[in-house]
Structure formats: C-alpha cells, structure tokens
C-alpha cells in the first residue's frame, strides 16, 4: 500500500489527516510515552540558545495584549481537545479530570479577575498553558498530544470570528425590529424624498426607515456566507501535516458547533480568509 498523501482529504472517522495511526495500546501506556515529552519550560522557543531575547524584542513579540480577548475560545477548543482525547484513549481519565477541572478554574479565575498580562509568556495561548500547569502539575503538558499552535491559533481564531458575527447579526437583527416598528408607526408619515441632495418626490417616512431594513438585510445575508465558509474546524491538523495518534476530528469539530473538520491541513493552519470576509 502507498504511504498516505501529506494534508490529502480524509473521509469520516479518518484516524489522521496525513500519518497512518500508531498501534492502539492502553491508555496507560500510551500516556507514559508522551509523559517522557513533557517540559516543565513556558516558552515557546528556546533549543540551543544560551540566553533569553532583549526586553525589546520581548515586548515586541508579545500579543497578549491583544489576543487575551480570545481566552473563552482557547478554554472552549482545549476543553474540546481534552475530552476527544479521553474519548480515544490516548490520555487516562485522571489527566482528563484534572485537565477540565483546571481549564474550569482558569475560566471562573478570568471572568471575575481578567486576564493577566504577563508578556514573558508572550499569547493566550501560553498564558493559559502556564496557569493550567501550576494549578494540576505535568498533566497540564499532555494537553498539547495531537494538537499544535498552530491549529490551536487557527481554531481560537475561527471560534472568536464566528462569535463576533454572531453578535453583529444579532445587532442587525434588532435595528430591522425597531426600523418596521417605527415604520408600521410612521406608514402615513408625509416627507419629501431627496435625490442628488434636492427634495423629489413625496414618500412616507415609513417607507423611508424601509429602505434602511433592506441595508441590513444584505449585510446579515454577508455575515451568513462569510459565517457558513468559515465554520469548519481546523483542530487536528496539528503543525501542517496532522498527527499519527488516533484522534476524532468529528468529535471535536461537533463539541465546538462546527458544521465539519477542514479538509486540507496545510490550508487549515493557513487560512485567515475568513478574517477578510468579516471585515
């Protein structure tokens, strides 16, 4: 048999988007083999370097400041990962316990505190990372087994553009109540109509307010299609490439209101199209 196509379309309840699945041991086991991975560093870069970058470049590559407003999609899609990844058997009910009850504390921690900007910890993605570890120890690392920042990003992202379409849609759809509302109120309302800024032909001012519920109705008919491209999950294409453990992307994309999975890797991790058609 030929080794599978690097990021190629998977059917339903496909093992991997790019690797063939690893044999399928007991949970336990395969939780030692990943537990010899785990680090206790909170960085996201290191490798052979002897010392930590200049304040400057710190400051510089930081993002919290900006992407703390993704926490609740962060916590959503780990809780998510977790969960599938008890589900599989690839993590034990223990690590899946401890790794849900901690992200709880985290959520509980942040709508009544705020997120916390520690720049050293660079995203909100590390700065959960960080604070899960403290709360449950090295379980905290085995979180990451089958998922990359890279998908992680692409996933928060996706989920907090789809929240912030669905609150403009929700917005829109409570100005076209109000405008038939005044419209129904103003149906014999005499005003002039304007064309080129002079006065033309006399309309009413309900028909008037009318013409602004049509406004909002295409741009609620742009939110729609802007919204149903981008609802499919990118969790599980991992770096690029996918991953060789037997995860369920179904599982996931479902528990996080995903219509599908993405179908190519490398466009998952990729794509910020959606990001455009919101704008």
Request: glycine share 8%; proline share 4%.
């Amino acid at each position: 048999d030929s080794a599978p196509v690097a990021g190629s379309a998977c059917p339903d309840g496909a093992v991997s988007l790019s690797q063939a699945a690893r044999n399928s041991g007991p949970a336990k086991r395969r939780n030692r083999i990943i537990t010899r991975g785990t680090s206790n560093s909170s960085s996201m870069w290191g490798g052979r370097f002897g010392a930590g970058p200049a304040d400057v470049m710190r400051e510089i590559n930081a993002s919290i400041p900006v992407d703390k407003r993704l926490w609740r999609q962060d916590i959503a899609g780990s809780k998510a990962h977790a969960q599938m990844l008890g589900a599989q058997g690839i993590l034990d009910a223990a690590d899946v316990e401890a790794i849900l009850g901690g992200l709880e504390a985290i959520e509980r921690e942040y709508e009544e505190q705020g997120v916390p900007e520690h720049i050293e910890l660079e995203d909100i993605h590390m700065q959960v990372e960080s604070r899960l570890r403290e709360l449950i120890g090295d379980a905290a690392g085995r979180l990451h087994t089958a998922r990359s920042r890279n998908d992680q990003v692409a996933t928060d992202f996706r989920l907090w553009v789809r929240d912030a379409i669905d609150q403009a849609d929700a917005g829109l759809k409570a100005l076209q109540v109000a405008l038939v509302t005044r419209a129904a109120e103003h149906a014999e309302s005499i005003m002039p109509g304007f064309t080129h800024l002079q006065t033309a032909q006399p309309v009413t001012l309900g028909h008037h307010l009318l013409a602004y519920y049509e406004m909002a109705a295409r741009d609620r008919s742009r939110l729609a299609d802007a919204r149903a491209r981008l609802n499919q999950c990118p969790l599980g294409s991992a770096a690029l490439a996918g991953t060789g453990f037997p995860i369920n992307r179904q599982a996931t994309a479902a528990a996080l209101g995903f219509a599908e999975p993405t179908r190519n890797s490398l466009d998952s991790v990729s794509d910020r199209d959606f990001a455009l058609d919101y704008l």
